[in-house]
C-alpha cells in the first residue's frame, strides 16, 4: 500500500481507493472484487443484494433529517481496463496495482492506473462507511463488466433499485455534467485462409510499431492518437506492393475500447531487396513519426531480422486482408450537427491476430444515433467481406438520450454554480456509459453523470488529479444535501 496516497484528501476515499486497488479486478474475472464489496457491506452491518450476473447493491437508510428525500442510487463499475507498457513486469491478475504521486497526479507504475471508475467506487464506498455524511437513502450499485460489454447493466434485474434517481460516477472532467452518451457495437471480422512454404530466397524480418500514447477509443477518438494497427498495415502494405513483403503473422492491439499502442509483426523478404527494404521502413518510419510527433512523441518503429518463418500466408489472401484493414474507416466517422464538438460516430480498429492459418479483426463501433453507427458497422462489414471474411456484430448497447429539463440535472448544475460561481459544462459524450441500459430497466429514473478528471483513460498513462478529486468530493456531498423530498 502507498503510505503517500493516505495523506491525500479526502482520505476517506483515498483509503478505500487504495484497498480497492489493492484487489486484482480484470473484467470478466471480478469473482474478488465482488467478495470485497460484499465484505465491506457486511462490515457496516449494511444490507446488500447481488443479482443473477453478479451487481451488488449495498443499502444504507437515511441520516437523521433526510428520511423524506427521495432515494438516490449511486452507480460505478467495478471492472478496470487491464493495460501494461511492453517493459513492466505486472500480472493483473494477481497483483495489486502500484500507485504513485507525481505532482497534482496520482498515477500507475507503468500500467493502468484504475482510476476509471475506481474513484466513483471509493466515492461510494467513503459514503456508506461515513457516519457524519448527510444524505438520503442511497442505494449503491456497484456493476460489472462495463469495459468489455456492459454485460452487467444489460442484465440487471429489474426488481433491484427502488430509487427515482441515479448519480452515475464515470465521467472524466470536473467541470462537466454528462447528459447522455453514445451507444455501441462489436464488429468482428475473422477468416481461415492457408499457409505455404517460404521459400529459400527469403529472410525474416520483425517489425515493431510502440511507444504510442493509446487511450479511451470513444472519448480520446477525436484527438489524432496513432493506431498501431493502421500504422502497421501502412508498413506492410508498402513492403508488400514495393518488395513483395509476404507476412507470417501480426499481433496488434488488445481491448476493444483501447486505442492500440503496439503492433508486432514477422515477415519474409527475398535477399536481393534486404537494403533497399531496410532503408523505405525507416524512410517511410520518419514520415510517420513526423506525422504523429505531436500527439505521439514517443512513437517507435523498428525493423529487426530473425529467424526466417517457415510458412507465410497465402499471397491472394494476404493482398485482399492489408487492402482491407487500410479502407477501414478508423477514427471519427462524423461530428454530431446537433452537439457542438461532439463526435457522433467512430470506429476504433483495436485488435489484429493473424497467423497459423486465422485472422481475426475486432472492432468497436460508437455512436449517439443508431443509424449512423449502423452505417459505419455496414462499411467495415463491407471493406472486410471484399477480403473473404466472415463478419458479425455482438455486444450492442444503446445510447443515452440527453433530457435537459431534468430535476436531478437543475440540482446538480445549481449546486455546481453555488460552489464555484460558475456553471458546468452540460454535455453529452462519446463514451459508452451504462445510464443509458440502466435507463431501459428503469425507464423513469432520473440520471446524471459526473467524476473527477481523469487523463489517458485505458492506457498506462492513465492519472486522475488529485485536486480535481477534492473538488469533485465537495460536489458529491452538497448534492447529496439537496436530493428533494418524495
Known amino acids: 500500500m502507498n503510505t503517500e496516497i493516505l495523506q491525500l484528501e479526502p482520505k ?18 471480478e469473482e474478488r472484487v465482488i467478495a470485497f464489496m460484499i465484505d465491506f457491506a457486511k462490515s457496516l452491518n449494511l444490507e446488500y443484494k447481488q443479482d443473477k450476473i453478479g451487481n451488488v447493491l ?10 423524506n428525500r427521495k432515494t438516490v442510487v449511486m452507480q460505478s463499475h ?24 507525481v505532482e497534482d497526479w496520482v498515477k500507475a507504475k507503468g500500467t493502468t ?52 434517481i441515479l448519480l452515475n460516477l464515470d465521467t472524466e472532467e470536473d467541470d462537466e455534467i454528462c447528459i447522455g452518451c453514445a451507444g ?22 520483425k517489425i515493431l510499431v510502440n511507444g504510442l500514447e493509446g487511450g479511451h477509443s470513444g472519448i480520446e477518438i477525436h484527438k489524432g492518437l496513432g493506431n498501431a494497427n493502421k500504422i502497421m498495415n501502412r508498413l506492410l502494405l508498402n513492403g508488400y506492393e514495393n518488395f513483395g513483403l509476404r507476412i507470417h503473422n501480426i499481433k496488434g492491439g488488445s481491448l476493444r475500447n483501447a486505442i492500440p499502442r503496439e503492433s508486432d509483426a514477422i515477415v519474409a523478404i527475398d535477399k536481393v531487396h534486404q537494403e533497399a527494404f531496410e ?14 510527433n505531436r500527439m505521439d512523441p514517443n512513437l517507435k518503429i523498428q525493423i529487426q531480422p530473425t529467424q526466417t518463418p517457415k510458412k507465410v500466408m497465402n499471397l491472394g489472401v494476404q493482398e485482399g486482408i492489408l487492402k482491407s484493414i487500410y479502407a477501414a474507416h478508423n477514427g471519427v466517422y462524423r461530428m454530431s450537427p446537433e452537439i457542438e464538438n461532439l463526435v457522433e460516430a467512430s470506429n476504433n480498429i483495436a485488435k489484429v491476430v493473424i497467423g497459423n492459418g486465422n485472422l481475426k479483426i475486432d472492432c468497436l463501433t ?10 459505419v458497422a455496414n462499411s467495415l462489414r463491407s471493406a472486410f467481406e471484399l477480403s473473404g471474411c466472415e463478419v458479425s456484430y455482438g455486444g450492442e448497447y444503446p445510447g443515452w438520450q440527453p433530457k435537459r429539463d431534468s430535476d436531478i440535472l437543475k440540482i446538480v448544475d445549481d449546486t455546481y454554480f453555488k460552489l464555484h460561481s460558475k456553471r458546468a459544462h452540460v454535455m453529452a ?8 441500459i440502466i435507463g431501459e430497466h428503469y425507464p423513469n429514473m432520473e440520471m446524471v453523470s459526473f467524476g473527477p478528471t481523469i487523463l489517458g483513460a485505458h492506457s498506462p498513462d492513465e492519472r486522475v488529479s488529485i485536486s480535481s478529486v477534492q473538488k469533485y468530493w465537495k460536489l458529491v456531498l452538497a448534492v447529496l444535501e439537496e436530493i428533494p423530498v418524495f
Request: proline content about 2%.
Open 279 to 292: 532503408l523505405e521502413i525507416k524512410l517511410l518510419a520518419e514520415v510517420i513519426g513526423l506525422e504523429q
Open 366 to 375: 460508437r455512436s449517439s444515433v443508431e443509424s449512423s453507427r449502423n452505417d
Open 78 to 101: 467495478l471492472d478496470m481496463v487491464h493495460q501494461k507498457n511492453n517493459a513492466t513486469d505486472f500480472d493483473f491478475n494477481t497483483q495489486g496495482i502500484q500507485m504513485k504521486i
Open 429 to 436: 459524450c462519446h463514451a459508452g456509459l451504462e445510464c443509458g
Open 58 to 67: 449495498i443499502i444504507k437508510e437515511a441520516s437523521k433529517g433526510f428520511e
Open 12 to 29: 476517506a476515499l483515498w483509503k478505500h481507493f487504495s484497498d480497492l486497488n489493492a484487489v486484482p479486478r480484470p473484467s470478466k474475472q
Open 113 to 164: 492506473l484504475g482510476a476509471d471508475n475506481g474513484i466513483g467506487v471509493a466515492t461510494i464506498m467513503a459514503v456508506l462507511a461515513s457516519t457524519k455524511i448527510k444524505h438520503p437513502k442511497v442505494e449503491a450499485l456497484f456493476t460489472i463488466d462495463e469495459e468489455t460489454g456492459m454485460t452487467g447493466a444489460q442484465h440487471l434485474s429489474n426488481e433491484l433499485l427502488t430509487g427515482e
Open 184 to 205: 455501441g457495437v462489436d464488429v468482428t471480422a475473422q477468416r481461415t485462409y492457408e499457409e505455404e512454404l517460404t521459400d529459400d530466397s527469403k529472410v525474416g524480418y
